[in-house]
């Protein structure tokens, strides 16, 4: 029998990329089609900054990507600090599905991108180089909780704030197969070769079929030194629902980093096998869309430590 389709992805921006993904389930069409696709939306969103085309730079004015794709059986595909390419996400695919490797980085990413027949782009905006410009007044370097500088519509963040908005988007077909897919591009005005946990496995994604599927944002070093997203699906394997998986996992970073939790943002969000949904965050301001045959645009506050 057919089961419940639903998609769930990080921030308010996921409102549209998961109205995406659902034009592919609700035909019945795979989780791992519908993350792909949704995801491009934020991808080629000149609004958002800190995802593919008109992301912010790092401090040499690269825009470099990270994205990576995963399905239910353990199939994943990444890249990392790619340059050029308006959609990694599709690349990230392509190293799942036509190489024998699981991630690329860097020029070997973006040569492998072009053999593949993807074009090569300017993806630095006007407006991202002259937020980056005005970044390298001061070129201070510090992240900072996402909930104060969410405003796109200044164009640029202020004195050194990073930005979070990384999409990262969970699916589960009405066959009950799950995938997951993210796609950043990363902490602005990082160094340059710089690489998030967006596209590292069992970091900023990961999903188990048989148990469920996580993602993440924020500041991805806190979420690599804990391998947020495997740790969240393990706790679920334990038997925790998705929101105490996400939880704990949120607990784990602050308590083994007190000091330095305290004012940087990770959110985790997470489903299991059945599409419940939960998500957790260090800091107040994360939020997560909700879309499935009942409500399309669902936009719910994720609970925080603080
Ligand atoms: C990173 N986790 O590169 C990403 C950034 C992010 O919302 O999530 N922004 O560390």
Known sequence: TAGVARVISTWDFGIPANQAAWTVLSKGGSALDAVETGVQVPEADLKNHSVGRAG????????????????????CGAVAALEHIAHPIQVARRVMERTPHVLLVGDGALQFALEQGFKKEELLTPESRQAWQEWLKTAHYQPSANSEVRDYGKGGLPGGKDNH?????????????????????????????????????????????????????????EVIRNAGSFLVVELMRQGRS?????????????????????????????????????????????????????????????????
């Open 242 to 306: 998705p929101q105490e998986a996400c939880h704990e996992a949120v607990m784990r970073i602050v308590k083994r980093r007190p000091n330095a939790s305290k004012d940087l943002q990770v959110g985790f969000l997470a489903m299991n096998r059945h599409g419940e949904v939960g998500a957790f965050a260090i800091q107040p301001g994360f939020s997560y869309a909700v879309c499935d045959a009942a409500k399309q645009d669902g936009l719910i506050p994720a609970k925080s430590v603080y």
């Open 56 to 75: 912010y730079p790092d401090r040499d004015g690269k825009v470099t990507l990270d994205a990576s794709i995963m399905d239910a059986d353990g199939n």
């Open 165 to 221: 908005d990384t999409i990262g988007m969970l699916a589960i077909d009405t066959h009950g197969r799950l995938a997951g897919a993210c796609t950043t591009s990363g902490m602005a005005w990082k160094l340059h070769g710089r690489v998030g946990d967006s596209p590292i496995i069992g970091a900023g994604l990961y999903v188990d079929g048989d148990v469920g599927a996580a993602t993440s944002t924020g500041v991805g070093e």
